[in-house]
């Protein structure tokens, strides 16, 4: 089976020398890497620079991206020539457009102004006490992985923070039928740590709990070789 | 010799997913340090969990922060019991405030109210196609470090990006001046490579060049050495 997972955290540039990084350490989706490669399958790796990596394997491929516009170019063309994306990686919602002193933006009769602008330094400077930065929404990638591939078999990621499990089971099950998932791991980051990593496997029709990546990872591929073997 | 030396780059917050980090890899920092642990000196390095660190070594300590505040509690007393201090941290300019959606902020009648506004969210939330972001000055640590010891040996660090030779040398003679380092260690991105590093060492009397991390590190070990052998 030809797998493409995803891992890490997207990075988007303000400048040269500053970015907004969404936090993933990656560690989930190696260990996922890793279940697969050791029962023979063929693994397509969409990753970042400072992301944990599996170990090498003769299976395996990686690639480094850093940002969204990155990540849309090398997952296109990879979505369509594999069978199940497991798509674990921490995307940025929005990525910088343009930055600039408060006394500017309170002068400005139109603020739309600004979003239209671009920083041509390659390091912004300023002497103001307060800066203001204007982002723009990036892509949504997980609503399109269909439209390129309607066979795929796609695995998604919702990450919230300090919510209830009503919550979070609600924003999954969303997300599960939006982007036509067969499931939604579910997790907040308040219930992660080193050694613990509490998810829910959101399915269309049962919840499954698991509380460590090991077992994550597990379920996953029982999941992925169970269905296969129909 | 007792030294203190910074290296990496720090991250602000802007909520628990997400950081605006300034790009360093440490490496320089690292080698810094190695060269003077290798003469016999005792080395503090306060750096950052990313950062590459020296090799282990029984005259080395090292210290971890992530943001800016953390730096300045953890400087500020090792200042004051270090001899030299050589401060090649990447520090960020500013610091995350308040997020919110474009549609808000066009609704204000005074900007300055997001200035007070704090998230209150674990991770923020938005639909709107537009953010904004509110950062504010952090402290400028490098200005205080004659004050909470002025005896200490200050060499600084100046990075700018796409300047010519002329600006790069004017800026660093500025911040020579203004926080009466003994050497400011000033270079542009674009001149600096893995295996590449131009620098100019400028004194209050002069200007070095340097075209490699090593060559670097080599000068600052003479100058520190030099001088104190005096």
């Known amino acids: 089976m030809k797998l493409l997972i995803t891992s890490g955290g997207t990075s988007e540039k303000i400048d040269q020398v500053r970015s907004i990084t969404n936090h993933s350490t990656g560690k989930l989706g190696a260990l996922i890497a890793e279940s697969f490669l050791a029962q023979g399958d063929q693994v397509t790796l969409v990753t970042t620079q400072s992301a944990v990596k599996p170990a090498a394997h003769p299976n395996l491929t990686i690639q480094i991206i850093e940002n969204v516009q990155d990540l ?4 296109q063309p990879l979505v369509k020539t594999h069978g199940v994306l497991i798509h674990s990686m921490a995307v940025s919602d929005y990525m910088p457009i343009y930055m600039t002193g408060f006394e500017q933006i309170t002068a400005s009769q139109d603020l739309t102004e600004f979003l239209n602008k671009t920083n041509d330094q390659g390091k912004i400077s300023s002497k103001d006490e ?16 269909k439209k390129w591939n309607p066979n795929i078999r796609l695995i998604g990621f919702k990450l919230l923070v300090g919510v209830s499990k009503e919550e979070l089971l609600t924003v999954a099950r969303a997300s599960l039928i939006k982007n036509k998932a067969e499931i939604i791991v579910a997790n907040d980051l308040y219930d992660i740590s080193n050694n613990q990593h509490h998810a829910f496997l959101v399915k269309q029709d049962s919840v499954i709990e698991a509380t460590t990546k090991e077992e994550i990872a ?7 070789h169970t269905k296969d073997n129909l």
Chains 1, 2 share one sequence.
């Open 72 to 75: 849309l170019e090398t997952m």
């Open 130 to 145: 307060y800066q203001v930065l204007f982002l723009k929404q990036t892509p949504k990638i997980i609503s399109q992985v």
């Open 218 to 224: 597990q379920l996953l591929l029982t999941h992925i």
